[in-house]
């Protein structure tokens, strides 16, 4: 909304003074936080909540404004204690403990392709924190969990439709060797997501994203440890602009 | 070239057995290396030489290998003297002490758009390290220095052009907080390049590095303290991509 | 007390023994602890009770030592548990979960001011130690919760207040980008608080405290991790001095 | 100078195109910097620059053109060799060996106290880099240097000017003892510089760093290793708070 | 014994095969423990049982022999729970849940001086650690809490009785100045001990570790975080020469 | 089995479908794990499960699939949980709470010799994952516990049996010493385990690790901290070629 | 030599005193040095000089001194100076820059099969000096350098070599993931060495070695950051107990 | 000296107005340095200089101004060229360039003993230093170097003139573990020093300063790394109290 417009919904009592100041400030103010209602123009996604510590009020008020705003809403880091409380509030929204992703999802086309490996069975609740991220934002996923290097023959029987995808995202934990692998047989960029999986001296997932962060190979960039929503926000980004499809 | 096509070849003696013996192998032996001539296939970007620590006569003999095939090569980490030692037998190569890349280069169009940012000054070198690499590559380049936080106008009197690029790369040192701005501000991915570029507590770039892999920002990935040419190689995927011309 | 004071007191019967060596001494023991009472003489601060760890009996004791001595006390990082023990004898005690601060607090003005900011929600326990810190040394606060540099229009709408402070407290978890743009963006300091807000390579705070410590921005300097009552203390200082209330 | 005094000075002609742009840009563009101009508006000191790593014929033009803009400069961490060169093209300029300060000062008066302690000897150039640039900005130095806490009572026969001081700036490596203890004696800010002196498992002022952060002492904030600037500017704007003289 | 006289024994049925090949390896073999009963002529001072992490009937077993053999045993790290298991069988074992010390202790006359010093009250129970060790291999302790050097005075009022031991315990967590300065103001060995209390940038005690290692003041040597036991253990070694009783 | 074998079994309906694709893939598709059927043939040992964070019905799938397929199965880290619910399926399956080893194995032979050696007794439980692995590969094993260098006399009654090993395992926590001094006595090589047992400064088995990484002695290479499982299945490999029974 | 030969020898004046004396203590006593004499009894290798930091004179009499004894010498880590000192007295000896290794080298038979591998050119130095320090030891040394995994064809037209060794040595820097794959590929025991080569966020080295401690395959153990030495001495204790020859 | 009779000597002019300055305050003032001439009173040990890092005329002048005091005077970590500028004016100092100490001294005799003993050679200079400096400080030592653990012997063939020293130092780099084995062996302190002697993982000798920290060993307590002198600084106060010798 351009700010004649608004000025304009205000004068003709369209709009009320909250919404003007909402929209002419950029953000919602709830005292404890400053919705960002601009983030969606600048950036072509809107706000996401990362509902970890919050409490369970604070997010039952914020899950109902962005569902009213948009009709949707994505959370990640959520709770089975959070998820009973905003549930009460709003029927539609779901939860899957896996992932701890809790969201109301409208239908939406899935387009381009992103491909999401995993290098153990342990990877999974990150990757799924991508997969069903960038699924959200519209993406189409391919998945393939459990092709770790130490039995390589497992990835190279996938490899082909991984090489077809717009963007990789290459989760592991312990050494982290996968990325290196999957950036040595592909034309596209691989999104490097380093997890905490394992114990001793991978010190909570630092082996793997020094691993990650000094690969020999090309075309590998890294997200934070277990950061499966940021893989799948950069990999949605990139297929995206593969698709032709940046508003 | 087809392994039937190959095998034609050495019955029909136009091709040697050692050529022949490459394209099955994907890589040509060196004794010391095994250049990997399948790569251009396999990524869509030929091998590039990391000349750092590499003999002089070493490095002449790969030049020249490359170069006879591809007519062009690109190296980066490369001395003055190494550039000394590649001259007297290939006097096209060049060399820019600033971003220390030497290269042999034919003409060719740039494509979409890259936007690369400094924070400071004495980050400059990485950044050319990632701008000649992605204009080799292809890429149009738009470069941004000295735009760094402490004084937050001089990147706002910029931020339509880098809004524009289908990639930004952020190039920072310090506390490397420029990645994060600019990801607040932009719809397309940002590669955050940390630098060694500081003192004290900044344990050469370690600093920056975990800034940028912690950013509250989302779009961001992180390529290796200093790796310029990992940034130009990875936005000029993104921007081929964007563009609609991988191969 | 002056030393002439105290021994006329002494030999008038109007001063204990005890009394007497405490005020030389300048400390009152408790065989467990040794409770400073000259710090108010030296810095113009009264003791503050750390509660963390503290046995339940030995925190009774010395709330009620220094409410009898000062007919006010400031204790922080204390447990609803605490809370409920030290209730039990002095009703007037209050006790805030969210800054985790007990307190019993004489009516005073608030002079100058002192900008307190998050860059996030989950930023603000630290804040709010920060905030009733400095409020309970007399000094005026305006709060700025949650403008960190991922929307930073949110920090730009309230930059006037910011600027007008004597003494800017920045609160920041993640990567802290927060401190370096307020930096470059006042005249008077900025004390900088990492947080241990994040998750992976944040190192429970460390990427944050680094890169305050690296910060590009003059005029900033740093506490400890989480250390909102050290913030709260330091900003009273300076405040104090610009205010010229200085005793 | 206001946005209407900028265009009418161009439509005066009394004001070229150039300048008019660096006023209203807030900066001075050089291509391979971008000079804040506006610096010394927003925050009440003007652009400082940090000469290591600079070219000769950049710092020269640099120093040049705040010259010009100023009457007087100051430069940080210089080498001899670009002493040499800036003296070419301005006789005025002054270095010091021991602090790496470059400078061309006017006459001041100097006001309200800064103290300035070190903990040994080999701390001093790092305490004469906050010395001289307190000194630049205007504000009274008083050195003490050599007050370690192993002899402590070198620093208890000064206790008494430091306390007299508005602020006091704490210098020292190995253990870093000092700034906790002096932070114990006074009632002004204490702003801790930790410095690399020392060996083994200093790992280049990290021991020091990690002291000073965690200190028992209230009112100690800390600043980057080795970092005298940064200690002297932040006790210049806390100096100027008490003396009254925030412009 | 001498291996002639063992000898003899089992010759004469004095003494069962099991006891002489006890004397002749060194150690009891308990299987899943060799206990080294050969300690007390090698180092002059009995076994000590580390009770963390052991099983409640190895513990028992373990105690019963010790008690045995000796008619006192001392034991660290203990929980409530082992001192239950322990009791049933050996009803005179005691035990302080302060310091976890269990243990049955003869009468014996305490010897020389050894100071115990912390910087705060969080510390005393590794202090407690260290005295209790201490006066159970005989020697005599004075215990200075919460002199820390936030209150310098507080240490000042005590350092007569300090100087005067034959070694000096300083134990402090947070940035553990302590040693430093005691270290500075006495004739005699200091060791040191970091603890893990504090918070944030602590890391644990790591901080005073490195504060202590690095310590500027003459006659300091440090032991592991938290390890009174061991502090105890090397100032009764320590006492003992200077009283002139090593065995 | 050879590709004609399976593709024969297909035609003549004597190989499902499925069983038919893992062979010919390597590998069985569990959705959430790709099971590596061919790792026998590749490496000479059967694939093992490793427990830590698998879900129960997951657990429960894959022992029965490795049960039915191999006779027996050898899985690490399990928990007495996952003990249960594999034994209502599984009755034969049996549990260690030490080594936290869940098996069902058959009856083999065992052959050569493995040395495996602890410091102390808490390191028992990571001796026993070595152990039993080693054993349930067909190793046969002998225990040496409790012989760290604090009492030398210990592993020197030993050491005649530990030299007559084909391997040599030393598993310890703390400082780590005990693998140097056994590879100073020892013909063969000594596989060196970290431990987590310890405090303080060993931070979670770093001390350890660094310890045997840089041992001054030679022979001896390094496995993950708390690795038994590592370190059981090397030393079978070495046992088996010096026994020369590698297939 | 036994004991009672060695007396015999001195008796009949066949042996020295100062031979009988280096016999019974197992070492030639230099002052500065005490070579292990009886370490090949021991161990079934000689001692190998650590030329490092040794003077010219030291070294030149341990290579005296060695040669002497046994008619061959292995030095490690030599320099081109300490090899022209060493060459005046013994001229026979030869030096390798590549590997730094100086030796004077019996004939001898090389047996069994050890696979040397690297990632990258960069990494032959280390490789060398193990391939040679095997060779030394009579070993069979096959060499495949540059198979890194970013172009991992190359590692794959090698593997069948790979596979039949009784031991692999995996050399790599950088991320160091050559160890994880070919850990999946092969039967017998891998020797994991990390290199410093990188840059950036590699840490000397410290980023490869984390990769090669959490590797997710089996059968790999690892030694310290550029030790060529000590894995070419621990392949040569495995391919000798492979090949039947352990003394 | 007593005040009183620091008085008289100014009254009756046998005392210089400066000499009575410094008595009374107990350091002399060289602007640039704090001497501590009282740390002998306090301490019983005389100022030693620290020369690493200082100007040559401030050197001199410190060395002139100790020995017109003292007779005597102990510097370490002195260079060539300090010891070149010191000699022109103090024609009797000496320079070991092993140790690095630069010294003038007194005959003395020497009382009790420390044995001093290191790993390895090149352990050596970090060991003369401890020595040195306990000689000068009046002890009898005994030195034992390369008695390393890989060849556990040659510290066996010396351990009883080990266990009669009333202090042993330790001194190792690489793993460190040394200081573990005496400790095990000895009834009288041990003094563990780490150096930084090693490459890779070792951190600069991080590793052994973690080794010795952790020792499973009682009666060890450890010094900065590469710190010879504050081991025989230490260990001479323990030998004097073993001496009855405390002044």
Redesign the interface.
């Known amino acids: 909304m351009e700010l004649n417009e608004i000025l304009e919904g205000v004068r003709d009592h369209t709009l009320s003074l909250e919404e003007a100041q909402r929209f002419i ?3 919602s103010e709830y ?4 919705l ?1 209602s ?2 969606e123009r ?4 809107p706000e ?1 909540v990362f509902c ?3 409490s369970l009020d ?1 997010l039952v008020n914020i899950y109902e404004g962005l569902y009213l705003e948009k009709g949707e809403v994505l959370g990640t880091r959520a709770t089975e204690e959070q998820y009973e409380a905003v549930k009460k509030k709003l029927s539609r929204v779901t939860y899957d403990p896996l992932s701890r992703i809790m969201k109301i999802e409208k239908d939406k086309p899935h387009i381009g392709k992103i491909a999401i490996c995993t ?4 990877d ?1 609740p990150v990757a799924e924190e991508a997969a069903q991220t960038a699924e959200f934002f519209g993406s189409l996923v391919s998945r393939h ?10 990835l190279m ?1 996938k490899i082909e439709d991984i090489q077809s995808a ?1 963007c990789i995202v290459a989760v592991a934990g ?4 996968l990325a ?2 999957i ?7 691989v ?1 490097a997501v ?1 997890t ?32 499966g929503y ?1 893989a799948g ?2 990999a949605t ?2 297929n995206r ?2 698709a ?1 499809s ?1 508003t």
């Open positions: 400030q950029g953000y005292g404890y936080a400053k960002d601009d983030r600048r950036s072509g996604f996401v970890s510590r919050k604070h290098a153990g069975t342990a999974i969990y459990d092709v770790g290097v130490s039995g390589i023959h497992r029987s717009n312990m050494e982290g060797a290196s692998v950036g040595g047989l592909v034309k596209n960029p999104i380093p905490s999986v394992g114990y001793g001296a991978n010190f909570g997932g630092l082996s793997a994203l020094l691993t990650m962060i000094n690969s020999c190979a090309n075309g590998i960039a890294t997200v934070n440890i277990d950061n940021g926000y950069l980004q990139i602009l593969a032709g940046v």
